[in-house]
């Protein structure tokens, strides 16, 4: 009886603290910080950058591991992630595209985030068409994508053996990180709030400029600029852990990266723009805008302070207050509400409008793919010459850092 009594003690002991009964609290946190960190790994390192934008080639050691890794805690299947993902590039910000706060709105995204990617990874004709490339050997047939959620089931298994009743809220917290921090935090904040370095098409931002948590995810709009740059920092005060571990692996011999962000840099002041000028600003353009966009929003900034010293009216103050906000941005970008106030802004302030038209002008140079590159040279030294004309300063001193563009 005393036997039996024992076991069944010792059995009650492990179903309530685990093998890793003596497990301090920071024990399991860090524990539990190391396997979501793994996760995200695999998700920006293999899914993200491997096989969705083919950023870098893995070895076979940690594709397979990583792969692994993913089928115990997330459940996703490569194909699926990666047809998703090429989508929302291709439809970025469209009705089309599966996770868009511009569209959908923030709030869809942070609540039903992975309902929206769930949706998408079950539409054939998404799979068919942005899917391909992906593993399709015998493993993941037959198991990673025929039994996709039993990895995590057996993920669950591993927590309770070690922690008992306390694994299921280690489980829990992992299979929420990826939805809360990729799909809420990456697609939905990463396309609304954020600082940009580049002027990139869409909404993307940079949510933070240093991070572990998400792996240099958080970097996103250096990522939708150079979509398949392996690399996602551009900034000194940028940090890309998932690079780090990149680097690391290439140095084991077992990834080889593919393509990483060009550098706009500066050398001395040419008399007049050439085709390596223009090369350098073609190859930077998102980088070049986003420099013109900080002197639109300087303009808007100094017009503001002026109209509030001198007590102007309340709607012109709102009509620049928007201006600084979007000025700077494509039309097709503004939305539709605010564009009679630019409108107003920019007819009331003639350095405003000389500022904006000069811009379009220059995004002509990369937009215009029935002219030849010699006409292109020629239109970027007319528009140098004209910008240093123009009688604004920052324009003339923007024009002058262009004719020294080269690329590192």
Known sequence: MNMMTTLTDALVNWLAHGLWAEATWWQVTLYTLIVTHLTICGVTIFLHRSQA??????????????????????????????????????????????????????????????????????????????????????????????????????????????????????????????PVWATGVINGIGHYWGYRNFEAADASTNVVPWGILIGGEELHNNHHTFATSAKFSVKPYEFDIGWLYIRGLEKLGWAKVRKTIPRLGEGDVKPVADSKTLEAIIANRYEVMARYAKELRAACATELRNQQSKGGAAARIGELQQAMRWLHRDEEKIPQDVRPQLAAAVENSPQLAKLVAMREELRLLWTRTNVSAEQLVLDLQAWCKKAEASGIDALAQFSQRLRAARVV
């Open 53 to 178: 934008h083919r950023a870098l080639e893995l070895g076979p050691v940690p594709s397979h591991f990583l792969r692994f890794w993913l089928w115990l805690t997330t459940g996703m299947v490569t194909k699926e992630f990666v047809a998703v993902h090429r989508k929302h590039h291709a439809k970025c910000e469209t009705e089309e595209d599966p996770h868009s706060p511009q569209t959908r709105g923030l709030k869809a995204l942070l609540l039903t985030g992975v309902e929206l990617y769930r949706a998408e990874a079950h539409n054939a004709e998404t799979l068919k068409k942005y899917g391909h490339g992906t593993p399709d050997d015998w493993i993941e047939r037959n198991l990673y994508t025929r039994y996709s959620w039993q990895g995590v089931g057996l993920m669950l298994i591993i927590n309770l053996a070690l922690f008992g009743g306390l694994g299921l809220t280690i489980w829990a917290i992992q299979m929420v990180w990826i």
